[in-house]
C-alpha cells in the first residue's frame, strides 16, 4: 500500500498565563486534513525547554514528514509572521511550563550560531497576502520556546532535503479583553494562512519569490 506522504504541523501548549494557545487551535483544524498531495499529522508540543524538542523527535519518527511547519503565538504581532531564522540560543523572558528559565545557553552545544527556514518565505509571505490576510517575514523568532523547537527542528533535518520553517501567528481575536491594545485575528483568518503557507511549501518550485517581506523598513 502506497501512504499519502505527511506534512507535520506542530502548535504549542498554552503557557505564560493564557489559557489558550492558536497554534494548537489551528492544529486541532487541520489536522487529518489533506493540503495538495498530502495529510497534516499535527501534534501539540510542551512549552518545555528540551521536553519540546523530545516531542517533536517522536513526532518526526511517528510521521516521516515530507514538510515540517512549526508554528507558535507571539502575542502584540499583528501580522502572520513568517520566521526566517533560528538563532543558537535560548534565553528566557518568562519560565517555561516546568518552571525553567535558561539564560544565553545554546540550544545545541557547539552548533552554528543560526539556521535559515528552508521554506519558500517570500513566495508565502505573498501568498498571504494575496488571500488579503496580514503577513511578513520576520527575522527574528525571539528567544524562548519557539525559537528552541525552530533551531532543534532545523538543525535535525538540515541537509535531509525535508522543507520546515516556523510561523508566529498573533493573539485570537477571542483573546482581546485579557491582552488589550494588542493586535487580534479570528482562528478562520490563521487557519486559512497556515493551509495556505502549507500549500505554498509543498508545491513552490524553483526560487523563492522576489517580495519585499519585511514589516518595517
Ligand atoms: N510561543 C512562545 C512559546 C510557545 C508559543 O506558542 C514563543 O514564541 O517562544
Known amino acids: 500500500m502506497v501512504s499519502t506522504p505527511r506534512i507535520l504541523l506542530t502548535g504549542f501548549e498554552p503557557f505564560g498565563g493564557d489559557p489558550v494557545n492558536p497554534s494548537a487551535l489551528i492544529c486541532q483544524a487541520l489536522r487529518g486534513q489533506r493540503v495538495a498531495h498530502a495529510t497534516v499529522h499535527a501534534v501539540e508540543l510542551p512549552c518545555v525547554f528540551g521536553g519540546a524538542l523530545q516531542a517533536l523527535d517522536?513526532?518526526?519518527?511517528?510521521?516521516?514528514?515530507?514538510?515540517?511547519?512549526?508554528?507558535?503565538?507571539?502575542?502584540?504581532?499583528?501580522?502572520?509572521?513568517?520566521?526566517?531564522a533560528a538563532l543558537n540560543i535560548d534565553d528566557a523572558r518568562i519560565p517555561d511550563n516546568a518552571g525553567a528559565q535558561p539564560v544565553d545557553l545554546p540550544v545545541v552545544a557547539g552548533?552554528?550560531?543560526?539556521?535559515?527556514?528552508?521554506?519558500?518565505?517570500?513566495?508565502?509571505?505573498?501568498?498571504?497576502?494575496?488571500?488579503?490576510?496580514?503577513?511578513?517575514?520576520?527575522?527574528?523568532?525571539?528567544?524562548?520556546?519557539?525559537?528552541?523547537?525552530?533551531?532543534?527542528?532545523?538543525?535535525?533535518?538540515?541537509?535531509?532535503?525535508?522543507?520546515?520553517?516556523?510561523v508566529h501567528v498573533p493573539l485570537l481575536?477571542?483573546?482581546?479583553?485579557?491582552?488589550?491594545?494588542?493586535p487580534t485575528l479570528p482562528l478562520e483568518a490563521l487557519v486559512r494562512g497556515v493551509r495556505i503557507a502549507l500549500e505554498v511549501a509543498l508545491t513552490h518550485a524553483g526560487a523563492d519569490a522576489r517580495v519585499t517581506g519585511g514589516a518595517v523598513a
Open 58 to 84: 517522536e513526532a518526526l519518527a511517528a510521521s516521516s514528514p515530507v514538510l515540517v511547519l512549526a508554528l507558535g503565538l507571539a502575542a502584540g504581532r499583528g501580522e502572520i509572521s513568517v520566521e526566517r
Open 111 to 166: 552548533g552554528p550560531a543560526a539556521w535559515f527556514s528552508t521554506l519558500p518565505i517570500k513566495a508565502i509571505v505573498a501568498a498571504l497576502r494575496q488571500a488579503g490576510l496580514p503577513a511578513a517575514v520576520s527575522q527574528s523568532a525571539g528567544t524562548f520556546v519557539c525559537n528552541h523547537v525552530f533551531y532543534g527542528l532545523q538543525h535535525r533535518l538540515a541537509g535531509t532535503g525535508v522543507r520546515s520553517g516556523f
Open 173 to 182: 481575536d477571542t483573546q482581546a479583553a485579557a491582552h488589550p491594545c494588542l
